[in-house]
């Protein structure tokens, strides 16, 4: 059974660029939340995914979009790079939106020079 | 505003028995989370209290007093496997997962 499945693991990126990151939930989880993680930080909640819709965001600007797919994987996309968005970027899956436990993915360490 | 505050470093000895506070301050409360991260990989759920008192699973109980707006996480039988970064999490609302975590703890344990 596996888990959640994150891509690429590491990505170097420059100013002003833009990104995709790409997750896969565990077999048998429709939600998927995303969070950015900042070196020596806990996670903070950028969005969540349901039924191929943003159903919930946390205090990120409109340059961080996402999408869920009909297999229930998702994208996270980050137009615009700026230095300061260099972080971990964990990707979450539930069954159900109100889900009392997460399982997390590895995360993709991105980094913005 | 919303916050969560807990230590940031906790040093325990194999074998022994550590606690680790959480004290919150969130517009709402839907429950308290713990997760484990080791070395910043994935973030392992440990526990949920939803209602006050105390839940136990195996060597981890965490303790909720929703009046206080506190929670713990006691290990005990320390390992030195245990030597993580420890978070708690509030959900504020039931409208969906968003989770507020707040800034760990990192627990070294000592042989």
């Known amino acids: 059974d596996a888990g959640v499945t994150q891509s690429p693991t590491h990505l170097i990126k420059t100013r002003g660029q833009q990104v995709t990151l790409r997750c896969s939930p565990k077999?048998?989880?429709?939600?998927v939340s995303w969070y950015q993680q900042a070196l020596g930080q806990g996670p903070q909640f950028i969005f969540q995914?349901?039924?191929?819709?943003?159903?919930q965001r946390g205090n990120f600007p409109d340059r961080f979009s996402g999408h869920q797919f009909p297999n229930y994987s998702s994208e996270l996309n980050v137009n615009a790079l700026l230095l300061g968005d260099s972080a971990l970027y964990l990707c979450?899956?539930?069954?159900?939106?109100?889900?009392?436990?997460?399982?997390f993915g590895e995360g993709s360490r991105l980094t913005v020079l | 505003g919303q916050s969560l505050e807990q230590p940031s470093e906790v040093t325990a000895v194999e074998g022994a028995i550590v606690q680790i506070n959480c004290t919150y301050q969130?517009?709402?409360?839907?429950?308290l989370s713990w997760y484990q991260q080791h070395d910043g990989g994935a973030p392992t759920f440990l526990s949920y209290?939803?209602?006050?008192g105390l839940e136990e699973t195996g060597r981890f109980s965490s303790f909720l007093s929703r009046s206080d707006s506190y929670g713990y996480l006691l290990l005990q039988e320390l390992q030195m496997k245990d030597s993580a970064s420890y978070f708690c999490?509030?959900?504020?609302?039931?409208?969906?997962?968003?989770?507020?975590f707040g800034q760990g703890t990192e627990l070294s344990v000592k042989p």
């Open positions: 209290n939803g209602l006050d």
């Open positions: 969130t517009s709402g409360f839907y429950g």
């Open positions: 995914y349901y039924e191929e819709e943003e159903r």
């Open positions: 077999s048998g989880h429709d939600t």
């Open positions: 979450a899956s539930s069954f159900g939106t109100q889900a009392g436990e997460l399982f």
């Open positions: 999490a509030v959900r504020e609302d039931n409208q969906g997962g968003k989770l507020i």
